[in-house]
């Protein structure tokens, strides 16, 4: 099974950047989805940015032109910058593998809540203070 860690979040002041990453043991699929989520408590988790195995990317509009979704190939790693951040930016950030499908679902009907993803991180806490 595909393991995944995500590390880099934190506390940070509006205005600040982070960049969080998600080591990814293997891909699994030669095709593949990787998608960013994030989840306050008493929302519904809302899908971010993917980045799929041909490199093409999307980004939610309530992250758009301030996070960049990119890969380091070498250290299968997936990252996720965040500049500009906002005090609604705070929230728990997870990433999520799963078959390219995912993103074509993702693409054409929007991110759902993850459910077509089938491998997550345990999540790392982003906090941005006013």
């Known amino acids: 099974e595909v393991q995944l860690v995500e590390s880099g979040g934190g506390s940070v002041q509006a205005g600040g950047s982070l960049r969080l990453s998600c080591a990814v043991s293997?891909?699994?699929?030669?095709?593949?989805?990787l998608g960013w989520y994030r989840e306050v408590p008493g929302k519904k988790r809302e899908g971010i940015a993917y980045l799929d195995s041909s490199g093409n990317t999307t980004y939610s509009d309530s992250v758009k032109g301030r996070f960049a979704i990119s890969q380091d190939n070498d250290k299968n790693t997936v990252y996720l910058q965040m500049d500009s951040l906002k005090p609604e930016d705070t929230a728990e950030y997870y990433c999520?593998?799963?078959?390219?499908?995912?993103?074509?679902?993702?693409?054409?009907?929007?991110?759902?809540?993850?459910?077509?993803?089938?491998?997550w991180g345990q999540g790392t806490q982003v906090t941005v203070s006013s």
């Open positions: 999520a593998a799963g078959t390219l499908a995912a993103c074509n679902a993702w693409s054409s009907s929007g991110p759902g809540t993850g459910t077509r993803f089938e491998s």
């Open positions: 293997e891909h699994k699929y030669l095709m593949w989805c």
